[in-house]
């Protein structure tokens, strides 16, 4: 027997060797076999790929009629042979037993065992076919390479974070969630933190404080910072009771000073070191002990005015064209927020009308209790009308501003809460915290008003609850929520931005009161009262003036 080396009849680009067998048969020793591999089977047929891909055969080459059955079994000669692709969903049994196909002139010759094995799968082959779409088989499939990715993609190895890193992740997390503008300035903040944990180096504490920072930064948001956990600690207690620096309130330069270089004292705590020195709302600190504050921000600003009980800091502060040099003492200031007195109108003898003042310095946490207790203290000395004094306040606790509003609204708005996408939340009353709502009220406001101190004076007004008097407050319309981190440091982190009832958004801008003050118009409590008692002082201000709507 020869065996000669060839080439299959298969048109496909990739050829697939066959054999060409010449042999002595019992029956006709004339008769050439070919002996085809199963894999250069190929398909002429267009009705072949619409059906199980075993093997096909048709009389002719124009009998296009009907069907091609799975398998067809030929008994006389044909002209033209076509065979289908193998039908690799085929078991791997059926494979193994039979891997070559003799035809004998067009004669489809199967052993035995070869054929009882392909019935059986053409068989099973129809019946899994009628049952089961075939969609449903390809989506099994694709599930099953989906998982196959997963596990490998699991089991793939990753760098090991550190404790330095967790710390990077944790307030990395806490922005993620937190932080109102979530295009985070216009960056892909999943993409910066992989790339911080391969770039950033994170071996010691101070390193890993450096990279938190420098990804803070890249939000360009002065009021979300980071705090180590010393300023963390200052900063709470500073809404706490007490405070040691020079009492001063500081921001960035708004309005008709947003140019001017340095920062805007926003307060000057009354009694403070600086208020006694004659720092007030509006001046411009050009330096901290010989240190230009152009480019420094308020934080760090902060920081330098706080230091030791007792301690000297030196300011350069600018107020129109006037520059001078101020050197100041720290001392612990404190942070009472309220102050109050009765202003006795001359008319009327022992029934006079008399006027209730309050001054609200500062939101710390004892702020609406203390407004609650002077607004009952007053009432028992028959006062019948009141006049909140807000200027220099430069905001604190956002819940207490809120809870203070509750005191003289019956019921209405308070503020809305607004983030990237629109209104978020509602603060509203009802009236069941209310203590004053129907005595005339005044309230006083200037460019050291900011913060929380402009969401209630914004409320009192938009619901026409009180007259506002003096000048545009400061426009600080950002809110932060203060985050603690595992190690003692935390996050201000800008959460939300709010309106007033009447969706006024003030950022940069402020409550626009009703009416102007004086300019002589005092600031301490002594001298409001000497203003109302004298019509003929510069600042008078008569009662119908102060609580007319």
Known sequence: MEALLGSSHSPSASVSPSFIITSSYRRNPTIAFKVLSWNSLYSGSNNSRLYPHILCLKKSGN?????????CYIEQMCKNRMFSQPNWRLSKIFLDKQSMLVIQNGLAFLPRKFKTSLRKTVRHSEIFRNIVPDIFVRSCIGLMLVMAVNTAVAKAPSFALTEENLLFLEAWRTIDRAYIDKTFNGQSWFR????????????????????????????????????????????RSGTQNALTGVGLSIGYPTGKTESAPGLVVVSASPGGPANRAGISSGDIILEIDNTSTENMG?????????????????LTVRRGSETRQLPLIREKVSLNPVKSRICKLPTGGNDAPQIGYIKLSTFNQNA??????????????????????????????FPEGVEIAKIWLNKGVIVYICDSRGVR?????????????????????????????????????????????GEPTYGKGKIQSVFQLSDGSGLAVTVARYETPAHNDID??????????????????????????????????????????
């Open 63 to 71: 009998d296009n009629s009907g069907s091609c059955p799975p398998l």
């Open 192 to 235: 910066y933190r992989e790339d911080a944990l391969r770039n950033e180096p994170m071996n010691t504490r101070q390193e890993t404080y450096a990279a938190i920072k420098k990804m803070i930064a890249t939000l360009d948001d002065p009021f979300t910072r980071f705090l180590e956990p010393e300023k963390f600690k200052s900063l």
């Open 298 to 314: 308020i934080y760090d600003a902060a920081e330098r005015l706080q230091g030791p009980e007792g301690s000297g800091v030196e």
């Open 368 to 397: 609406s209790g203390a407004v609650r207790e002077a607004i009952e203290a007053l009432r028992k000395n028959n006062v019948n009308a009141f006049v909140l004094d807000l200027r220099d306040n430069s905001g604190g606790l």
């Open 425 to 469: 939340d509602i603060y509203d009353t009802d009236g069941s915290n209310v203590v004053a709502a129907s005595e005339p009220l005044a309230v006083l406001v200037n460019k050291g008003t900011a913060s929380a101190s402009e969401i209630l004076a914004g409320a009192l007004k938009d619901n026409k609850r009180a007259q506002l008097f």
């Open 508 to 549: 940069k801008v402020g409550v626009i009161p009703d009416h102007p003050l004086p300019a002589s118009f005092p600031k301490d409590d002594e001298s409001f009262c000497n203003c109302l008692l004298n019509p003929a002082s510069a600042c008078h201000l008569n009662r119908v003036e102060l609580f007319s709507k």
